[in-house]
């Protein structure tokens, strides 16, 4: 069954640190692959997606990800956290023909300072 | 500035009535998505508008339906709720983008059933 797994609950880096959260997934085609942050009480903001090409993606706020298709991975860097940065991060993949997006469980990040 | 905006932000219901959450995309979104997220869980889809005709529908009861306008408004009705309906509902509106659908979501309803 198609799945997106973020096997991260928690991670808690410093202020200015380097972050990677991690991002697993299982689907049988090409995968269509995004990442969106969730402040508390708030909606889901797009942070950067992949579809096909160049498989380092740039987002916004510095964020990008890496898709590694030998890995079924699609893992989101940031080389200097900021304490805005705090929130929930979801990683997705648009499925059944572009009809639904399927999202991992999310990761939450804390920075300290 | 989504250009989705959701209402209400939040309601409070009692288990077994019905409650209508409201979603208004951009003009030109002619699709429409619906997810509820609970407490700590990802968004899981619940059902897709296109054109005003269900679209595909996640694993969800027939209790929760849905409408959508031709002004590009939707609502999403749950009857009959349950203590776990309660959750943050999401809309999101579909834009084709470089080959692919890219979702634009809402800021939520949060639902509360007790």
């Known amino acids: 069954a198609q799945s997106v797994t973020q096997p991260d609950i928690h991670i808690t880096v410093s202020e200015g640190a380097s972050l990677e959260l991690r991002c697993n997934y299982s689907y049988g085609a090409t995968p269509y692959l995004f990442w969106y942050v969730q402040s508390p009480g708030q909606g889901l903001q797009l942070l950067l997606k992949?579809?096909?090409?160049?498989?380092l993606v740039q987002g916004i706020k510095g964020f990008e990800a890496e898709f590694k298709r030998s890995q079924s991975s699609f893992n989101l860097r940031k080389p200097s956290v900021h304490w805005s940065d705090a929130a929930e991060y979801f990683c997705a993949v648009l499925m059944e023909y572009g009809n639904k997006l399927v999202f991992g469980a999310g990761t939450i990040l804390r920075v300290k300072s | 500035e989504t250009g989705v905006t959701q209402s209400p932000t939040h309601l409070i219901k009692t288990r077994g009535q019905q409650v209508t959450l409201r979603c208004s995309s951009q003009s030109g979104h002619n699709t429409v998505s619906w997810y509820q997220q609970a407490l700590g869980q990802g968004p899981q889809f619940i059902f897709q508008?296109?054109?005003?005709?269900?679209?595909g529908r996640g694993n969800f009861p027939p209790r929760f339906s849905g409408l959508q306008f031709p002004n590009y408004s939707s609502e999403l009705n749950v009857n009959a709720l349950e203590l776990d309906d309660s959750a943050l509902y999401l809309c999101?509106?579909?834009?084709?983008?470089?080959?692919?659908?890219?979702?634009?979501f809402g800021a939520g309803s949060r639902l509360t059933v007790l």
């Open positions: 508008y296109y054109r005003e005709e269900e679209n």
């Open positions: 992949y579809f096909s090409g160049d498989t």
């Open positions: 999101a509106s579909t834009q084709w983008v470089s080959g692919a659908n890219v979702l634009t």
